[in-house]
């Protein structure tokens, strides 16, 4: 399966999905005003990604900032995510938060708490 | 060279005497960094920037940055929420205002902008609901309103608010002042407490 790879501006996150190199990156910033339109790419792809997912799958979150409508975009993806460990394959998904950003540590609790795909929330410490 | 004029006695501004009691406003106020203009994400990113350079200039330290810049993503995020563009054509003023205040440990975030009056009455009951929740109850809603599948304008804006409250952990202050039945100005305060940070 080809790649998504979109390079990060100063209001849309990184995007690396790379199956072959087992790598799975959402990082940056996400405020852009048009989240929907943003987000359905990449939700596209996972969506195709899902019909033949690699046994494991493990997936970086990394984000800086986010808005609200992103907020919303990032669950679909996370379920999205969720259902392909339903079915049978191993899913990893990993929420990252800077040592100094309390809300990015429980915006991660949140998604966790509201998700049955184990995620786990990783302290950045610099 | 300023003209003093015979009949007042005093030298002519040049159309300039707004701007003392402008600064002297934002002065009494404590207001640390101040815009007027329409926002759009791009906006949002400057503003970071410029506040995040500032706060360093002051040592701030990087908990109360981060928190800051939260909670000021979020407030402009639901002031371009707001930006209606029903209104557009009704001559109302599509700009929207950012103020940013200190006084000792607390941080003020203030947004001003135009909402439709029809509005009012609902974005007062959902502000009020917010504040009458604590943290768990707020906790709670906001993971209910995040699953919504509808993902209408009103829901996200409900969204924003919750999301802003809990950053804040602070109630959130507001204030309405009508100015006709199209349109009333809208004043929304989140404040940050850096003793808790």
């Keep these: 399966m080809e790649p998504l790879k979109i390079e990060p501006t100063h209001k849309t996150p990184k995007v690396y999905f790379a199956p072959q190199e087992n790598v799975f990156e959402l990082s940056g910033r996400s405020i852009p005003e048009d989240s929907v339109g943003f987000y359905k790419h990449i939700l596209d792809w996972i969506d195709d990604y899902g019909k033949s997912p690699n046994s494991l799958t493990e997936f970086n979150f990394e984000l800086e900032y986010f808005n609200t409508s992103s907020s919303k975009n990032i669950l679909e993806l996370l379920k999205k995510l969720e259902g392909i460990h339903e079915s049978g394959h191993n899913v990893k998904i990993y929420w990252y938060y800077d040592e100094d950003d309390e809300d990015m540590e429980e915006t991660g609790e949140d998604y966790k708490a509201l998700l049955s795909v184990p995620l786990e929330l990783k302290m950045k410490v610099y | ?197």
């Design chain 2, 1 to 197: 060279m300023n003209k003093v004029t015979a009949e007042a006695g005093h030298i002519e501004d040049h159309g300039l005497g707004f701007t003392y009691p402008c600064y002297k406003d934002m002065a009494d106020n404590n207001i640390i960094f101040a815009f007027r203009g329409r926002v759009n994400s791009d906006l949002v990113t400057h503003v970071l920037e410029m506040m995040g350079e500032k706060l360093e200039d002051e040592n701030e330290s990087k908990k109360v940055t981060k928190k800051l810049s939260n909670v000021m993503v979020e407030c402009l995020t639901n002031v371009y929420a707001e930006d209606d563009p029903a209104l557009m054509d009704q001559g109302y003023d599509p700009t929207a205002l950012l103020l940013v205040k200190k006084i000792t440990n607390t941080y003020s975030v203030i947004t001003g902008s135009y909402v439709p009056t029809r509005r009012v009455h609902e974005i007062k009951g959902m502000l009020d609901h917010i504040n009458n929740l604590d943290t768990e109850e707020l906790k709670k809603y906001y993971k209910e309103k995040l699953e919504e599948e509808d993902v209408n304008q009103n829901g996200l804006t409900i969204l924003g608010m919750i999301d802003l409250a809990r950053k804040s952990r602070h109630n959130l202050i507001y204030h309405f002042k009508h100015e006709n039945k199209n349109y009333t100005y809208f004043m929304l305060e989140a404040q940050i407490s850096t003793k808790t940070l």
